[in-house]
């Protein structure tokens, strides 16, 4: 505890000094700590200024049910923060998959709080364990992005506790070194002033030593100091810092509420800056392609896969992503990747014969330009001024087709002006459209022509919801000529986020439906991918609905018609319909797969690497058949958890309702076998084993899920939850004993009356099996009083 900080210097520690660091007191000797974003990477304080290592987005991390990987992600993530200068990575992000058109359900885990809690954890000690601070958010009930800088969440208290609250209490017990506070408010308080959370919970009955800082402008008012908040961000000041002073001369705030927040963010600087620099010597590369491969499912397989590269001639590559995938999802956990691996390319090194068509477009604004199309980095120059005149107070490079910053780009200067420009060279011949997107009057240039021009009026997501409506052109360009492309920014006066997006993206031929399904007819295989992208699935915003943008269901019936042996693969972050899944002779869900998405699509599809990835979220039939589909997105500011306790999968069991495929499901290229289910005390809880074994002819690895069922359950209270799984690999033949324990805590439930958790005595059902509807064993224990 420091005891020679003034007020005014306690106070000053509470809030940002921009987007990215603290303030700091250059004559107390304490320094800015700089914080980036996640969870899939780290971005640094720029959005486009550099390159990132980018891993598979917080879905596909949970679908690999596998711990020790995620740890590895989460020392990697450290090594990258450390690289970007930033001691706090804000993730992972625990909030659970409530409805599946949930706009950030792909950074998201799971619709399941234990599943949720034990991979959140090592990915936690990952990062900390290298020296950077874990953010974890957003506490809580950031469940959906329609109105969720305002939504009211009417949630009991039972609910609470045994599924929102589950995967943060998991964090504070490991020892996660930051919480941030979500927009929304609970029961009518905002949450990053919400007493009885931030500090009766948190502080109180978890005893987190740790600093709370509230999500980015989501601070409401001087007093949440008092109420458990330690930090504002972003700055300056909006609520916190400098004004705490006032409020304490007022009465409004104790002088104690600044001194210990301010310890709070003294606390996290130390911990930050007492790494000792040590990196986790793993390759960006291997690790990412690792857990690319480890979270990719097999859905559906009628044999046709893995596929033999010596017994093909012709492999037709189709859809929209074949070429790129889309790697992340939008928003705040956006980074510029170090590179993308193609499915494409990636197959066509299988040497067999490929045919590529994209069957048409992916819809929506355009995507930036990256290294693909830009041979070298753009150009950034700023002027305090509004008309572009020299000399430049700034300049600085970007390696995608954006300037963007957190705050005017010049300190004090209000009306200002920026010049993005580089070269450009297509890829492929043909109708390329551009768009143009700014908070600001802006223009584009192609080798000195007007393409495009904007005013500053109209409001939209493109920017991530600080510009204007997207404005587009077309254009024909031939593969490999080189052109100057420049965008201009003038800006009249300061906006929180300012910036200029150039997108450019080539456009499908005319027939380019027709020419797939002639590609699919004439080949011995199809590999039609198609999905999502970050325009689609992002922060901001939530998807209208579950079907595939566009054409795209049309284009998976009909390649599937045109030829059978049809693997289709869904590059989405969360669920989409598949009212054709059955017709599909192989169907592999690849998520938002990080930069070597392509390597590891291949990987899995020759049959390098066996499928083990597992569902952590349910799949529902239809958007009307998901549990908060009544309840959702609620109204008059406020939303009802009505569905209580029967979130994802014990939904559709307890209502019986068929899922397309079910929480825990995937398939392998191997197959195994359960047996000999024992059950045994184990101090207060309970420890069981079983034999698991490969009875294929492949390696792979086997995911044994264990579900505990209160045979008297009431109405409103799940059959099954969750409450162990190991993740195991096997050779051909091999047995392996699998040994888990299931605490008191397994077979609780959250006393509203005691304020407890509770063990009703009575019989529970052990269920044992490779996914929530794929019981291999069973077992009776009763619990004791």
Not at 141 to 159: A, G, L, P, W
Not at 473 to 496: C, F, I, K, N, S
Not at 732 to 740: D, I
Not at 753 to 776: C, F, M, N, Y
């Amino acid at each position: 505890m420091r005891t020679d900080l003034t007020l005014p210097e306690q106070a000053a520690l509470t809030a940002g000094r921009d987007f990215w660091h603290t303030v700091p007191l250059d004559t107390a000797g304490v320094p800015s700590l700089r914080v980036t974003d996640g969870p899939a990477g780290a971005r640094g304080d720029r959005w486009a200024a550099a390159t990132s290592a980018c891993v598979p987005c917080g879905t596909a991390l949970a679908a690999t049910w596998d711990r020790a990987l995620v740890r590895r992600v989460g020392r990697l993530l450290a090594d990258e923060s450390r690289a970007k200068g930033a001691g706090v990575l804000l993730a992972p992000t625990v909030n659970l998959h409530r409805h599946p058109t949930t706009g950030r359900h792909f950074e998201c885990m799971s619709e399941d709080p234990y599943l949720t809690a034990e991979l959140a954890v090592p990915y936690i000690e990952g990062l900390q364990e290298r020296g950077v601070g874990a953010t974890v958010k957003h506490f809580v009930c950031n469940d959906q992005e329609h109105e969720r800088h305002t939504i009211s969440v009417d949630v009991d208290e039972r609910t609470l506790r045994e599924l929102y609250l589950v995967p943060f209490e998991a964090a504070v017990n490991a020892g996660a070194w930051a919480i941030m506070g979500a927009y929304n408010r609970l029961d009518g308080t905002y949450c990053c002033e919400h007493r009885q959370l931030l500090v009766e919970l948190l502080r109180d009955e978890w005893g987190f030593d740790g600093l709370v800082m509230s999500d980015w402008f989501a601070t409401h008012s001087t007093t949440a100091v008092a109420n458990g908040l330690d930090l504002e961000m972003p700055g300056p000041a909006r609520c916190l810092g400098p004004y705490l002073v006032d409020a304490v001369s007022r009465g409004d705030v104790a002088a104690a509420d600044v001194q210990r927040a301010a310890e709070r963010v003294l606390q996290l600087i130390g911990r930050a800056n007492s790494a000792d620099g040590t990196v986790s010597g793993e390759s960006a590369s291997e690790v990412a392609r690792t857990a690319a491969a480890e979270a990719m499912v097999l859905l559906r397989n009628n044999g046709l896969l893995p596929l033999d590269a010596k017994g093909l001639k012709r492999i037709a590559v189709l859809g929209p992503l074949a070429d790129r995938l889309a790697v992340q999802g939008g928003g705040s956990a956006e980074v510029s990747p170090s590179y993308v691996s193609s499915p494409l390319e990636a197959i066509r090194k299988r040497g067999v014969e490929v045919v590529h068509e994209p069957g048409g477009g992916l819809e929506g604004p355009t995507p930036l330009l990256d290294n693909r199309c830009l041979p070298n980095v753009m150009q950034v120059d700023v002027f305090d001024n509004p008309d572009l005149a020299d000399p430049p107070v700034l300049s600085e490079t970007v390696v995608r087709s954006m300037a963007r910053w957190g705050g005017a780009p010049l300190a004090g200067v209000n009306a200002y002006s920026a010049r993005m420009y580089g070269e450009f060279v297509p890829d492929r011949t043909a109708t390329w459209r551009f768009g143009l997107a700014s908070p600001g009057r802006a223009r584009l240039l192609l080798d000195g022509r007007v393409l495009l021009e904007q005013d500053d009026s109209g409001s939209t997501e493109t920017l991530f919801s600080r510009g204007t409506h997207e404005v587009t052109t077309t254009l024909d360009l031939t593969a490999g000529t080189r052109h100057q492309l420049v965008a201009e920014l003038r800006m009249a006066e300061a906006v929180v986020q300012p910036g200029v997006r150039i997108g450019a993206r080539p456009l499908p031929p005319p027939d380019a439906h027709e020419r797939a399904v002639r590609a699919a007819a004439s080949a011995d295989v199809a590999v039609l991918v198609v999905g999502y992208d970050g325009n689609w699935e992002s922060e901001g915003r939530d998807r209208a609905d579950l079907g595939l943008p566009g054409d795209q269901d049309a284009l998976v019936h009909a390649v599937v018609a045109a030829n059978p042996r049809c693997i289709v693969v869904v590059n989405a972050g969360a669920p989409v319909t598949m009212d054709w899944a059955d017709a599909a002779a192989a169907v592999l869900q690849v998520w938002f797969p990080g930069m070597e998405g392509g390597n590891a699509l291949a990987d899995i599809v020759f049959g390098d690497v066996n499928p083990s990835g597992r569902l952590p979220t349910t799949f529902p039939r239809r958007l009307e058949d998901s549990p908060a589909f009544p309840h959702y997105p609620g109204e008059n500011g406020v939303v009802r958890y009505g569905e209580k306790l029967l979130v994802g999968y014990r939904h559709y069991d307890k209502r019986d309702v068929a899922p397309r495929f079910c929480f825990g499901h995937g398939l392998s290229y191997t197959s195994f076998t359960y047996a000999d289910l024992r059950l045994e005390p184990r101090g207060d809880g309970l420890r069981l084993s079983l034999e698991v074994t490969n009875t294929g002819e492949r390696a792979g690895a086997e995911v044994v899920q264990v579900y505990v069922r209160d045979v008297e359950a009431a109405e409103d209270e799940p059959d099954k939850q969750l409450r162990q799984f190991e993740r195991i690999e096997l050779a051909p033949g091999e047995t392996q004993t699998v040994t888990l324990d299931l605490p008191r805590r397994a077979f609780a439930y959250w006393d509203v009356a005691q304020h407890t958790w509770a063990v009703k005595p009575g019989e529970r059902e052990i269920l044992v099996g490779a996914s929530s509807r794929d019981i291999r064993l069973r077992g009776t224990w009763n619990t004791p009083n």
